[in-house]
């Protein structure tokens, strides 16, 4: 069956950097669009980037110029790098099969919290 598993996350101050990364495994890894997602406390879960198999990427108007989501597809792994982190960036970050809101397979997920 799909496996997601996201690492990465933690504690760090604002304006520090993060980077997360997603192993997958059951799936044919190249084919697939992928996503980042998160979640924080009270807020509907919102995607924070995606990137397609040729390596298309899209990104929410909130990370746009921060973030960058990127893929190697001989590690079958997908990767979130976070720079210039904000306080409004604490939450729960998932990855996501499928370049939609819907369907697909997500991870357990990776806390990434932002204080000083």
């Known amino acids: 069956q799909v496996q997601l598993v996201e690492s990465g996350g933690g504690l760090v101050q604002p304006g520090d950097s993060l980077r997360l990364s997603c192993a997958a495994s059951g799936i044919i890894f190249s084919g697939n669009d992928l996503g980042w997602y998160r979640q924080a406390p009270g807020k509907q879960r919102e995607m924070v980037a995606r990137i397609s198999p040729r390596g298309m990427t899209n990104y929410a108007d909130s990370v746009k110029g921060r973030f960058t989501i990127s893929r190697d597809n001989a590690k079958k792994t997908v990767y979130l790098q976070m720079n210039s982190l904000k306080r409004e960036d604490t939450a729960v970050y998932y990855c996501?099969?499928?370049w939609g809101d819907g369907g697909g397979s997500w991870g357990q997920g990776t806390q990434v919290t932002v204080s000083s």
């Open positions: 996501k099969t499928g």
